[in-house]
């Protein structure tokens, strides 16, 4: 991982830092603006893509099935980049109306599998919370090395097996997308504008999917949805997990936690090449994002690379993020993320 020199703007001043945080929202306000034409490129660039991309791999399915599953690649790529889509409008990013913020943004769950309404309240808490070791329990589970050291035997094997990569990136991403986000009771018995939101997402995609059924059978639709959807959710769960679990990151208790450091400090930035940028979305410019909700996708790399006060940010290359998978627990007495040799 290569980490820059940080500038003076990223030097704490003040209580909590504040003038530096107002600094910094000063340079990325205006990159907040939404520009409409370049909001519909992208979503014609991702939702319609992708239908494209699903009709190819029914045709093909006369075709051996290696062909059809190569197909699924950049399918379930329009599904990430439709994903973004989504994440944006749930930001408030996006477009400048509301109205299509919101519709397009549940169009958009029919092709990512998750509920507009729920996500939106969802993922706002992890913007929240992100970085505050005392309000853990929105993310992928990280816990101490102390916690660790005092679990029971099977506290500790139920944590090693919910952190070992098999499960991570290939069970859970298909569980939590295909089982977990059809169920309302996920949403808080106080939130049941997003119970509604789930059912309701529930109720179209049945409909949808019985329009394909009826169209092509269920062998079929199971042959294309499933590769794609287990690629898309495995990505998707990838840059969730890099953006914010690398080794230099940040984690603080109630009282010294930072919204700057943790979104400068605790926020990737995930160098990827340009055609898996452009399939991402851009988001592995995750430091922005945190930053500021209200910066679209669009406009993350400009935001970036115009202001030098981003030279400092974690860095992560393709090869440096696959190493973070041996990152396991968080080591709060050296302020890092250590892997089960640690305990040694």
């Known amino acids: 991982m290569t980490i820059l020199n940080a500038t003076p703007l990223l030097e704490p001043t003040g209580e909590c830092g504040a003038p530096r945080l107002d600094a910094l929202k000063r340079v990325v306000a205006a990159y907040e603006r939404p520009d409409d034409r370049r909001a519909w490129f992208e979503f014609a660039t991702s939702l319609p893509p992708f239908v494209l991309c699903c009709w190819l791999m029914y045709r093909t399915l006369e075709l051996p099935y290696w062909v059809t599953l190569v197909l699924a690649i950049p399918t379930a790529g329009f599904v990430v980049r439709t994903f973004i889509v989504q994440h944006d409008c749930g930001h408030g990013s996006f477009f400048g109306s509301r109205r299509a913020r919101d519709w397009v943004g549940r169009l958009c769950s029919l092709v990512t599998l998750v509920p507009f309404g729920y996500f939106r309240y969802f993922h706002g808490t992890h913007h929240a919370t992100s970085g505050k070791l005392d309000r853990r329990g929105v993310d992928l589970e990280t816990i101490t090395?102390?916690?660790?050291?005092?679990?029971?035997?099977?506290?500790?094997?139920?944590?090693?097996?919910?952190?070992?990569?098999?499960?991570?990136?290939?069970?859970?991403?298909?569980?939590?997308?295909?089982?977990?986000?059809?169920?309302?009771?996920?949403?808080?018995?106080?939130?049941?504008?997003?119970?509604?939101?789930?059912?309701?997402?529930?109720?179209?995609?049945?409909?949808?999917?019985?329009?394909?059924?009826?169209?092509?059978?269920?062998?079929?639709?199971?042959?294309?949805?499933?590769?794609?959807?287990?690629?898309?959710?495995?990505?998707?769960?990838?840059?969730?997990?890099?953006?914010?679990?690398?080794?230099?990151?940040?984690?603080?208790?109630?009282?010294?936690?930072?919204?700057?450091?943790?979104?400068?400090?605790?926020?990737?930035?995930?160098?990827?090449p340009a055609v898996l940028e452009w399939f991402t979305g851009y988001i592995g410019l995750h430091h922005v994002h945190h930053l500021s909700t209200l910066v679209p996708s669009y406009r993350l790399t400009p935001c970036h690379r115009e202001n030098d006060v981003f030279a400092g940010v974690p860095r992560l290359g393709f090869v440096d993020g696959l190493r973070c998978m041996r990152l396991k627990l968080w080591d709060e007495e050296n302020g890092r993320l250590v892997g089960w040799s640690h305990l040694r």
């Not at 991403?173 to 059809?182: E, G, K, N, Q």
């Open 145 to 272: 090395v102390r916690e660790y050291l005092e679990r029971t035997p099977l506290g500790r094997l139920h944590y090693r097996i919910a952190r070992n990569p098999i499960v991570l990136f290939l069970v859970a991403p298909l569980l939590y997308f295909i089982v977990a986000l059809r169920v309302p009771a996920l949403a808080p018995r106080s939130r049941m504008r997003d119970r509604w939101s789930i059912l309701l997402t529930d109720v179209a995609l049945f409909v949808v999917a019985g329009f394909v059924i009826h169209a092509v059978g269920v062998v079929p639709l199971l042959k294309v949805q499933l590769p794609v959807t287990a690629i898309a959710s495995t990505t998707g769960m990838w840059m969730f997990y890099v953006q914010h679990q690398f080794e230099d990151t940040y984690w603080a208790r109630d009282g010294e936690w930072d919204y700057a450091r943790a979104a400068l400090e605790g926020s990737s930035y995930y160098a990827l």
